[in-house]
């Protein structure tokens, strides 16, 4: 063990700040304006994306939540999944034209994740995209976000993640100041999604649960122990959500479940992978297809090829969590089987499995993997459970087909 | 099912709000300045307890770090286990007289809560103890901690408990103005523990996990989950910790699950118990002996005499978390193994199993029922998962002798 591998091997020192305000439960989002006016917002621009919050009437009721607080506002919908810069541009010079001094995030992760490229851009000299590549967030416009997906946990953390149109690059930044002022976590808000964006939203869920449990810091037992827990959930809770969309506390616990996964308290104190995350971007960056169903191809792939690095770990998560039996003589035996159990899953909810029903293109893979690895920001290599270069991202890609 | 029985049957509506700076891993106390300044310290106290934060040479290295900041401070030690209110009306003289804007508690729970008295009584024109008897905390100095035994939560909780020494009355307040602005978890700190007071800790932490765990609210997969994670770290910790002081990872994880214990992220949208700790209060009030320790003798009586309320819920954790196995005929058989499961874990590590080794006395029975259910703010009955009468208390009391 080398000096400076110190921190590979036992709990790191860490810092956790989760200082947004949840406020959880049905109807709930009748009151955005009283927090926007608690959070000190006094122009407001309301970000959406589609028809979808328009056609529900929720749109109606944070307007006029926002009226009768006596807050002014504008506009901005259009949000896509895959958010995209050009929207980002947009949103910064009607704040900068309209005074705008908070903005309210009405949507699923795409939108906040727009919310917050246009909270930090609004108030930097320079173009927001510095921030996706590598600049830190030091400050932004206060945000709050009334949520309508549990999926990407963008509700509690400081990530943000944008996709610049010009080579469509999907790019990652994330800062203090980007966590919002508060949430609003309806869970019936959750009930008009299609059964296939639920399930989208529980893929993505338990990615960011593996992301985390992917480690090579030893005797993290209480971080370990909080992401089988969370992941547990999502086996019980995830299926019943998708079968009918009227069941408020399958979808309540998963609204509770996303958040936790990923506002990071963990994931403290122990290196993290992502690579499923860094392996998927490329995918909804050339096809635009949903991010969850990207990592259900990508997740079984990546994990399938890593197996040989920690074979303990992966058996850990399939005895504790898939209910395998361990297998004491061959232990790689239990570990592949978890990796089974999570691709019958995923199928079991309706995700993809392999490139086809992605809709991705085996001859794609070489711009896949070299975007990947050497994207604007990137130096050749992906992965923080295992170092991977093109070669290796390659291969991953080959086992999706 | 009444109506206004809908919150027992269905996920709750809540608020989660825990804006503390979290500061975890070794030798993170020398940075104590630093911090004062960001959360706006100029003058502080120092407040601690008996002589083993000075003797570690813990004080001088919080001095040391503060003057380096340039912060004056004065000191204010002497804080005992089962903190008074005597030393709370000196603390808020000296806050007003010396013009503190900012309190530093280096110690454990007793210490935090002391501070966190001090802290609402020197910015209230009344008496503090008002707070304690059931008035809301809307203002308070801001407050940091530096934790020296992992236990109470205190760093991370919005919490506090005072002793009145005037009749021995031990009561609570809770207000969001009381979260530490930062909080400095150093494992490292707790090593220099006796193993007696290392388990009566772990103890506590468990205590925060079962009156969570005990709630009759419905289908809350998700904290049940986070809940039985924690007490499963502990599980495995625990002993550890309590037989090498020299471990510094079962202290860390330790660590990190009681803060995670307490700061009500695994006990939100449920309804909560808290009959141990109302009926332990009484003991370590009348007694002076820890908390901790009392708890270990309040909780398997507790659970016994409660088990027939919800069977399913105490087999569901002692299969869960004590690795008992099901009897699906007799599930009783299977929640009363998971009792003394409980009972066995907490005499291997230390801690007394009934009144005799707790130093209680069967005489005071009568009293102590009495003060827990009508002592100065309460109204005959306690307990939040079964309403308890006198004579169920007493009841309770007599099945730890």
Known sequence: MEAGDFSLFYMDNFTFYSPTYFVFGKDEEINAGHYVKRFGGSKV?????????????????????????????????GVKPNPRDSLVYEGINLCRKENIDFILAVGGGSVIDSAKAIAAGAVYDGDFWDYYEGKTVDKALPIGTVLTISAAGSEGSGDSVITKEKGMFKRATTGEALRPKFSILDPALTQTLPAYQTACGITDILAHLYERYLTNTKDVEVTDRMIEALMLTMIKEGPIAVADSNDYQSRANIMWAGMMAHNNSCGVGRSQDWTSHNIEHELSALYDCAHGAGLAVVMPAVFTYNLKHDVMRFAKVAVRVWGVEMDFEHPEVTALEGINALRRFLKSIGMPGNFAELGAKEEDIDELAHKCCYGDVNTGTTGGFVTLNEDDVKAIYRLML
């Open 45 to 77: 621009l309301i970000h959406f994306g589609g028809g979808s919050a328009q056609k529900s009437g929720l749109l109606d009721k944070i307007r006029s939540s926002l009226k009768n607080e006596g807050i002014r506002f504008v506009e901005l919908g």
